[in-house]
């Protein structure tokens, strides 16, 4: 088999695993609320949220050592005994899920993602990425609500057990995956390469020259967006029900919009980086991104009812054409370390998370319109680096 269907094996397997990931992704954290208090699920996902920052780069590194095909078939295998530990209903054993549930995927994304792109050519690459991601998204709009129903058919333990086997069919089926990486080497070597090129690029650039790499507005990009984003994951569902007053219903719908408008961004997106460029997708992302969300940040206060469709517009930005971009941008200017490239700037977000909620929460403390008005108008300072982005 050629590396070129390595992204195809990769969406047909990924579709139900999405939808179950989808349904988990919702059910594990009530599960552990119930069954162990509120304190251990912020506990739990805690240790979820430091362990990431450690998989993720580290998962890169072991992927551009041993390989990228042994991580794509480990991420679907790794979901049975993450699962497979609900079926001894004890609080300890579902808060460890939970846990794994939200980071050890993360420890095989770089490598996967690394497969994808090596495996397509530079031409289509956006559209091959494009088309992974609308499969997953469809996987996460149409999964809970079908697993739900099928539970409530079946019962719970059956599904499971159901599921546990599919996963382990699935894995089967990414044994016929083709490794990409030419050669394997020693981890060792490749984290001492690493770390030599690093030490050697600090010692003889300026600050200057080092902001001129190609990764390097890459990388300022995504702490900026994990900056922006830390508010608005925090506190923007709080600012629409207590500051503006809205119906849950409301709420939901709202959302579903906005789901409805990302996967419609990750079809175009694909199109975009091909036949444009990332740099150009940049741009037109933060710039889409910006307008909207500073438009319903201004009329949340005047006009409630009219912000709320520029909050659903928001879908169509900040998510499908930057993730697109990213991944075929960062495939075309790092080569040999292509998945601890992706690990690196997995890792910066949650760097960034750490103390970046504790930030906007004082400044919502003060008034919450305008911290949102201010996060806001924020994201057009992403112009400036989309702009230091290479063509």
Not at 306 to 332: H, M, P, Q, R
Not at 340 to 347: D, H, K, Q, S, V
Request: net charge positive.
């Amino acid at each position: 088999m050629k590396p070129k269907y390595n992204p195809l094996i990769i969406l047909i397997t990924g579709f139900p695993i999405n939808m179950v990931r989808a349904y988990f992704f919702i059910y594990l954290p009530i599960l552990v609320n119930n069954q162990a208090g509120s304190s251990e699920l912020a506990l739990s996902m805690s240790i979820a949220g430091a362990l990431s920052l450690i998989f993720s780069f580290s998962g890169g590194l072991i992927a551009d050592s041993l390989g990228r095909k042994p991580m794509a078939v480990l991420s679907v295998f790794s979901m049975i005994p993450t699962l497979g530990l609900l079926l001894m209903k004890n609080p300890l054993a579902i808060m460890l899920s939970l846990i794994l549930f939200h980071s050890i995927g993360i420890f095989f994304s770089p490598g996967t993602t690394a497969l994808i792109a090596e495996s397509t050519e530079e031409k289509i690459r956006g559209r091959v990425f494009s088309l992974v991601h609308v499969s997953s998204t469809v996987a996460w709009i149409i999964g809970p609500m079908l697993t739900n129903w099928i539970i409530k058919k079946l019962g719970f333990v059956y599904v499971l057990y159901v599921v546990l086997v599919m996963l382990f069919i699935l894995s089967l089926f990414r044994l016929m995956l083709v490794e990409t990486l030419p050669k394997k080497r020693p981890l060792n070597g490749v984290t001492s390469e690493i770390k030599k090129n690093i030490i050697s690029s600090i010692k003889n650039s300026d600050f200057r020259k080092l902001l001129n790499t190609p990764l390097a507005p890459l990388a300022l990009l995504f702490c900026l967006s994990a900056f922006i984003s830390s508010c608005f994951n925090t506190f923007l569902y709080p600012y629409l029900d207590s500051w503006m007053k809205l119906d849950s219903d409301v709420i939901v719908n709202v959302f579903s919009a906005s789901r409805f408008f990302v996967l419609v961004a990750y079809f175009v997106a694909g199109f975009m980086v091909d036949y444009l460029s990332p740099k150009k997708t940049f741009i037109v992302d933060i710039l889409g991104d910006s307008i909207t969300m500073t438009l319903f940040a201004l009329l949340s206060k005047y006009a409630p009812t009219y912000s709320l469709i520029f909050l659903a517009l928001s879908g169509l930005f900040g998510e499908a054409l930057s993730n697109i971009a990213y991944s075929v941008y960062t495939s075309k200017h790092q080569k040999e370390y292509l998945a601890t490239a992706y690990g690196t700037l997995n890792t910066l977000p949650g760097l960034i998370g750490i103390f970046a909620p504790v930030i906007w929460g004082a400044l919502w403390r003060v008034d919450p319109w305008l911290t949102i008005l201010a996060v806001s108008m924020m994201t057009f300072v992403g112009l400036f680096f989309a702009i230091m982005v290479k063509e």
